[in-house]
């Protein structure tokens, strides 16, 4: 660099022979060091300055080097270039494949918790219609097929080991008459009130439920005559 400022400097002052042999130098210089701006420019002042020494040849041959030296530096730059924008290129492909993943996770987890709610409502709208299916909507407790179930269940019982059965029928006397005086909104409510009273009468191991209108059922595994009439003597006192 410096033989190459000194070259320079003869030039500019028309010392052309001591600025040629000090480019020389600065050529030596460069082909040693390969810095390729510094000695591109030291071709080109070395052509020029031999061009003005009438050394013609000389003068072409540096051009010619120049223009080779200049033209590898521009494919250089040029691939340098070329995997610098590769380079972004890549960052931006995996930036936005990044954003993209992230995105597509997000509507994952949504799916999935709009899928867990779904599943969830499923599961709740499937319990309520298992009781509904074993329910009486009036009164909450235990349809006829409910009833009539678990008492095929204990007839079997009861057929094959002769174990006791009892069942008892209740009927609410003169509801038609409540209907009637006080509308039919207090006959609901008269059934919902025999209907829990029964339900809180009755053992754990029996079966209670409505069988239709103001008739109930209750099915006693294991309890003889005398004990269903103590249990429904019981009943009907608390119920009047």
């Given at each position: 660099?410096m ?8 030039v500019?002052?028309g010392?052309?022979?001591?600025a040629?042999a000090a480019l020389?130098e ?11 701006d510094?000695?591109?420019?030291t ?8 061009l ?9 041959c ?7 030296v200049?033209?590898?530096?521009f494919t ?7 995997r610098?924008?590769?380079v ?13 993943a992230?995105?597509?996770n997000e509507?994952l987890?949504?799916l999935?918790?709009?899928?867990v709610a779904?599943?969830a409502?499923?599961?709740?709208l499937?319990?309520?219609l298992?009781?509904n299916?074993?329910?009486d909507?009036?009164t909450?407790?235990?349809n006829?097929?409910q009833?009539?179930?678990?008492g095929?269940?204990?007839?079997e019982?009861?057929r ?10 209740l ?8 209907n009637d005086?006080f509308?039919h ?5 008269v ?6 009273t029964?339900?809180?009468g009755v ?5 209670f439920g409505?069988?239709?209108g ?27």
């Open positions: 660099m033989h190459f400022s000194y070259g320079e400097v003869l500019w002052e010392r052309h022979e001591e040629f020389l600065a050529r030596e210089l460069g082909l040693r060091l390969e810095s390729n510094v000695f591109r420019q071709l080109k002042l070395l052509s020029d300055t031999a003005k020494l009438g050394l013609h040849e000389k003068a072409l540096y051009l010619q080097e120049y223009v080779e200049r033209e590898t530096i250089a730059e040029s691939d340098q270039r070329c610098t924008l590769e972004l290129h890549r960052v931006e492909m995996t930036q936005k494949e990044a954003l993209l992230q995105q597509q509507e987890q949504a999935n918790r709009r899928l779904t599943l409502e499923k599961d709740a499937h319990a309520e298992s009781r299916a074993v329910t909507e009036l909450g407790v235990s006829r097929r009833v009539m179930e678990f095929r269940r204990e007839f019982r009861h094959r080991l002769e174990a006791p059965l009892t069942v008892i029928m009927d609410v006397d003169q509801f038609k008459g409540i005086r509308g909104a207090a006959g609901d409510e059934l919902r009130l025999v209907a829990r029964c339900a809180e053992r754990s191991i029996d079966a409505r069988w239709g103001e008739e109930f059922c209750i099915i006693l595994p294991g309890a003889r005559l005398d004990t269903a009439c103590r249990i429904a003597e019981r009943i009907r006192e608390t119920v009047s």
